[in-house]
């Protein structure tokens, strides 16, 4: 073959692959908007999370919160809640309450047991006076195992507990323990290094005012996004080819939307195994409770439930805590409409979803 013939040849294949992405950016945005997934706001009307003396981390305490999640100029929730006298969200303050004969249910978990985005949390539905069953609702947004067993700890002498329910998503055996730390109308994620700390690059939420009209509220992300996309210029700018790989896949296009599924893919397939933290965390829990009933109710991720499967495979090693262990993608059913378009979290019949297979799955 000459070299004419073979120059041909990549000339050919290049225009192919152009074609090709002509062709699926079209039908991409026919069948499926493409989203700048950078273009995303969380905003709280206050500060929210609250460090305790403890080391566990809550809610500020008695308050009303308006929470909203922006994308791409879209509002994907805007809910409003409440938390009582300990700095979690219920409507109902908790107390050491030691009556005879009736059951004390502690929930520990994350967002996903908060239950705020749908719209109405699912823990407090559960109480049951025929069953003289008390729920306590310990649902921290984006904690891990760590923050479990603080908060567990932290709520040992306050609160009278015979049955822990750990409610997990796969993520959290992998989250590292972090404090919040308010900077310049910021929540920003920090962990701690010696005497030194460590905060996430970008902040994790911005303040908004707890009455604040849509429009307002929709200015307040636009202008958070600016502010964070500025932030990651700085970050990215000590390396100019990755600043220019970024602004070419990055945008709002069928580039963009490969190069996260690739990104997403290439992330869960490479993510640590290893759960030895979350076990010995649970392990700790156990013996700081010993006559406690115990259980572990894995809920399945937006896209696990896609696929069908737990990226993790965790039942032998929490079988060998002796605590129960209830895999929820395999025993009830489930659907991605169960979840926001855009966000990982449930919507309201996500949550209604929830609520009915822990309710089954613990006889209330």
Known sequence: MTIKKVLLNILMMIIAVAVALVISELLIRAVKPVYDYRDRSLLFSSPVFKLYSGGAVRYQPNERIREAAVYNGTIEYDVQYTTNNMGFVDTINYGNNSQAGKNFYAFVGDSFTTG??????????????K???EVYNFGVAATG????YKLMHEMKDKVRITH????????????GYWHPLMVNGNINFCSLSGSHQVCMPVPVASIMPLDAPEAELLEISKTRYKEIRARVNEINAANSLQAKLESLFYDDSALYY???????TYKRSHQSGNIDNAIEMIRKIKSEYPLAEMHLIHLPQKYEVSTGNYHINIADQIKMTGVGYFPALEKCSWSVDMFFKRD????????????????EYLHF
């Open 145 to 148: 195992f760590e923050h479990f």
């Open 131 to 133: 069953l003289r069953a």
């Open 116 to 129: 705020v985005n749908g719209g109405a949390p699912w823990v407090a539905k559960l109480r049951n006076n």
């Open 164 to 175: 822990i329910v750990i409610v997990a998503i796969t993520d959290d055996f992998f989250r």
């Open 258 to 264: 490969y190069a996260k599924l690739l990104h997403d």
């Open 344 to 359: 990982a979290h449930p919507n309201k019949s996500g949550y209604e979803n929830i609520e009915k297979c822990i309710s």
